[in-house]
């Protein structure tokens, strides 16, 4: 027996309507799918930290996400596993013409340049007929606009150099502060104009190269290490944080800075 036919048989077992397991029973596409999400975060997290062992463990974990829905989707007579591995090595193939057909593509760019074409051809296979169509609502706030305006972007809606970008950034930022520093302060109002500023800042990250998601997991990180090691200094000191002033924990902050630098 193969891995995956293993791994495949003992999801058929753990659904199993008289002898599988009482939880696995019970779940339903809907039910499974938060797990779906933290799985990949999972191994998002194993690869950032170089992980390779953790790595490994992760993207099993992740596998069998994939084999739990298909086993659900069999059990309902829609799809198996089997129509899983054929639906994306259709697409992979369907994709790379200049691998597998007759298609010219010397460049990455000339590669991703054919990549958008043809899904804008599957698109409208669907009825799809807006470059948007197809982005999931699901996805993370910061991913999902990175995508949209990328995706605006193929189709030339789109600055050609940073200067508007950037004006549009300090722009929203003064619509935010407009909105703060009424006498009545209207919150939905301010709340759409600080979702405007982080679009906005979303833009400017894409067009400096770089995905907010991926920048603000790494300020995250940086913030949280730096904040333990404030929390360190202010007990070496016999505090607690809460007994600190925020002179005391500025000072500390700043302390930790020059630490970072001289690394």
Not at 136 to 145: G, S, T
Not at 231 to 248: H, N, P, R, W, Y
Request: aromatic share 6%.
């Amino acid at each position: 027996m193969t891995p995956l036919n293993r791994l495949l048989t003992i999801m058929q077992t753990l659904r199993d309507p008289e002898r599988g397991c009482p939880w696995d029973r019970q779940q339903t596409f809907a039910s499974i799918a938060p797990y779906t999400l933290e799985e990949t975060y999972e191994v998002i997290d194993a690869i950032q930290r170089e992980d390779f062992a953790d790595l490994r463990g992760e993207l099993g974990d992740l596998l069998f996400q994939v084999v739990f829905y298909a086993q659900m989707a069999d059990e309902q007579q829609r799809f198996n596993f089997d129509d899983v591995c054929n639906a994306i090595s259709d697409k992979l193939e369907r994709r790379h013409p200049h691998i597998f057909g007759d298609v010219q593509a010397e460049t990455s760019e000339e590669v991703l340049q054919n990549w958008e074409a043809i899904k804008h051809s599957e698109r409208a296979e669907k009825s799809q007929h807006s470059a948007l169509d197809d982005i999931p609502k699901a996805l993370p706030a910061l991913m999902r606009a990175h995508k949209i305006q990328k995706r605006c972007s193929t189709v030339g809606f789109d600055w050609n150099n940073l200067g508007p970008v950037l004006d549009k950034v300090h722009e929203e930022i003064d619509e935010v502060m407009h909105e703060a520093q009424q006498a009545v302060v209207d919150n939905d109002k301010l709340e759409e104009e600080i979702g405007d500023l982080l679009f906005a800042t979303v833009n400017l990250s894409r067009h400096l190269g770089s995905k907010a998601e991926v920048a603000l997991q790494k300020a995250n990180d940086k913030f949280e290490r730096r904040f333990r090691q404030v929390e360190a200094i202010i007990s070496s000191q016999g505090l607690v944080m809460s007994d600190a002033t925020l002179d005391q924990m500025e000072e500390a902050w700043q302390q930790v800075k020059v630490l970072e630098n001289k690394q």
